[in-house]
């Protein structure tokens, strides 16, 4: 009788230690499989028959320096096919940065449910609309192969500018007095210069040394290529990441946005303008038959702008400034072309093109 209840009780001390284990990974588990979910500050849905479409924005507003989640979602019948729109074919005044591919779902009814978010970057400040998109669905069993379309509406987004009202009382501070060098040459200085021949003549022996042993691997370096927009504009995102303007370097920020310029035209146009004054740039200019009559004015009006900050210790205004940047951007623009291409490799610009895949 007592082995018969002592076998009783562990078969319940079992059962009961189990139920725990249960109920213990069952409450684990629920909080795990919860999902984040991305606040949209625009939500707009439109139906059309079988297919129901969502265009989502996560802000209505955003600065010339941030960029903007856009989200299309197409929910659509099982015995329906659809074709999503072609975002970069309509897109006139963002970018797009990056994108992705949420990949098939099935909704409710077992419908189809589509997701794609696309980065975007604007291009210049204002109110600029993301455009009207075009979704295009037809019945699999209709031996017609009628089309239909779905087409949203454009919704405007507001870019504000980088420069805020304070930043119109900014000064450029002027250079400090000459600082006078010792007369009389010194031990220390003899010392010093012994040091600096030894310095230079170890860095010597190891840049020969390292230039031969890289020499033997340069066959298998591979060469990165990027367009002459895209190192343009990489080089404007990293002067608005340095925000000179606020620092009071506006003297810096015109040799900074200038040296972007010219070495655009450069990449561009194979025009040697880095290495040349303003006037003989714009001299030259007119016989190469690379830029419309309007582009070389504005080019010619930027430069020589630049030149007053530089030289004439012009003091510009904030709407100047912020003229000047956009113009930049606009330029570049108006004149990018795909099919010239920059050789970057063993450059910042060429990892970075590697890192995303280029």
Not at 14 to 32: E, H, N, Q, T, Y
Not at 83 to 106: A, Q, R, S, Y
Not at 255 to 274: D, K, M, T, V
Request: charged share 30%; glycine share 6%; hydrophobic share 40%.
């Amino acid at each position: 009788m007592s082995e018969r209840l002592y076998k009783i009780r562990f078969a319940f001390i079992v059962l009961l230690s189990a139920g725990i284990v249960f109920s213990c990974a069952g409450c684990r588990k629920g909080p795990a499989a919860k999902t984040e979910k991305t606040e949209f500050e625009i939500d707009k849905e439109y139906t059309r028959g079988p297919l129901t479409a969502h265009v989502r924005l996560d802000k209505a507003k955003i600065t010339i320096a941030q960029t903007v989640l856009l989200e299309l979602e197409a929910s659509i019948e099982p015995d329906y096919e659809l074709k999503m729109p072609t975002v970069d074919k309509v897109l006139e005044n963002f970018g797009i940065v990056d994108w992705n591919n949420l990949g098939d779902k099935l909704g409710e009814n077992n419908n189809v449910v589509k997701r794609y978010q696309y980065r975007l970057e604007p291009f210049l400040s204002g109110t600029y609309p993301i455009p009207a998109f075009t979704f295009e669905f037809h019945d699999v069993n209709d031996t017609e192969d009628k089309k239909y379309e779905l087409t949203t509406e454009p919704i405007d987004i507001e870019v504000t500018s980088l420069l805020g009202q304070q930043r119109a009382d900014l000064k450029i501070a002027d250079i400090k007095g000459v600082v006078g060098m010792p007369a009389k040459i010194t031990f220390w200085w003899i010392l010093g210069g012994i040091w600096a021949f030894c310095s230079i003549f170890f860095i010597s022996v190891f840049l020969v040394i390292w230039l031969y042993l890289r020499r033997k691997k340069m066959m298998k370096i591979i060469r990165v290529f990027r367009p002459a927009h895209e190192i343009a504009y990489a080089r404007l995102r990293e002067l608005v990441r340095r925000d000179l303007v606020k620092a009071g370097k506006i003297k810096e920020f015109y040799e900074q946005i200038s040296n972007i310029l010219r070495h655009y035209i450069e990449h561009r146009f194979n025009l040697h303008a880095p290495e040349r004054t303003t006037e003989e740039f714009l001299a030259e200019l007119p016989s190469t038959n690379v830029l419309v009559g309007s582009d070389q004015e504005q080019l010619a009006e930027f430069l020589r702008h630049c030149d007053l900050v530089k030289f004439a210790k012009y003091n510009p205004t904030s709407e100047e400034i912020q003229k000047t940047f956009n113009l930049v951007k606009s330029f570049i623009e108006t004149t990018k072309s795909e099919e010239k291409k920059v050789d970057v490799t063993g450059t910042d610009t060429g990892k970075f093109a590697e890192a995303r895949g280029a």
